[in-house]
């Protein structure tokens, strides 16, 4: 199983640009990398997945190094609303090997 | 319309009894995932299930169970329920294991 490492937790404020880092040495070939988002009392929301370089979308940036073993999110200018747990996923993109989430990262946005 | 819906949100049961949880997903995915979170908010998963295989993380009891009557259903039944059982299990779908994962609300289980 791919471990992940995050930090427990960040802080920042309104309009700040956030970067949360995943490591993951023991990433498998095959891995890709995905980051969800979790408000309180609700399931894990998918954020934004990637496998090497750098993906971006409507929300968010990852930055994977060439060596792929750490990741970033990047939230641009961040809200109050940003205020979630986030957690980095590692796995296989074939059935058979389990997926392991991260411990998470609570970021707390402040006004 | 939910894509991903468990049921019931909420289960307050007595220790030794045997209960089960339901989850349904209507987004036409192949695999189904159970999910354990605990009250320091780490996110284990239990099982990956599609219609060609089971999965279980080896560290899960064999109290639990996944059970699937279709490809759109995986139940969670536990048997001899345990204080240590109490936490919010969420129900996830993907189209295929390590895609985007959809994610129910969560059944918040407790134990007494």
């Known amino acids: 199983l791919a471990k992940t490492t995050q930090p427990i937790s960040m802080d920042s404020y309104e309009g700040q640009e956030v970067n949360i880092t995943c490591s993951h040495n023991?990433?498998?070939?095959?891995?890709?990398i995905t980051w969800y988002q979790q408000f309180p009392s609700q399931g894990p929301r998918f954020i934004i997945q990637?496998?090497?370089t750098k993906v971006t979308n409507e929300v968010a940036s990852l930055f994977i190094p060439a060596d792929r073993k750490s990741s970033t999110l990047s939230l641009p200018r961040v809200s109050l609303s940003d205020t979630a747990v986030y957690y980095c996923?590692?796995?296989?993109?074939?059935?058979?090997?389990?997926?392991?989430f991260g411990g998470g990262t609570r970021l707390m946005v402040k006004p | 319309d939910t894509a991903v819906s468990q049921t019931p949100k909420y289960l307050v049961t007595q220790m030794g009894n045997d209960k089960s949880i339901k989850c349904e997903q209507n987004?036409?995915?192949?695999?189904m995932y159970w999910y354990k979170q605990d009250s320091k908010k780490f996110l284990k998963i239990m099982f990956s299930?599609?219609?060609?295989?089971?999965?279980i993380n080896e560290t899960v009891p064999n109290r639990f169970s996944p059970k699937s009557p279709d490809k759109a259903h995986l139940n969670l039944h536990i048997n001899s329920l345990e204080l240590g059982d109490s936490a919010v299990y969420f129900c996830?779908?993907?189209?295929?294991?390590?895609?985007?994962?959809?994610f129910g609300p969560g059944t918040r289980l407790t134990v007494t």
């Open positions: 996923l590692v796995g296989e993109d074939n059935a058979g090997n389990m997926l392991t």
């Open positions: 990637g496998y090497k």
């Open positions: 996830a779908s993907s189209q295929d294991t390590g895609s985007e994962q959809y």
């Open positions: 023991n990433i498998a070939t095959n891995d890709y």
């Open positions: 299930y599609n219609n060609k295989e089971l999965i």
């Open positions: 987004l036409g995915h192949d695999t």
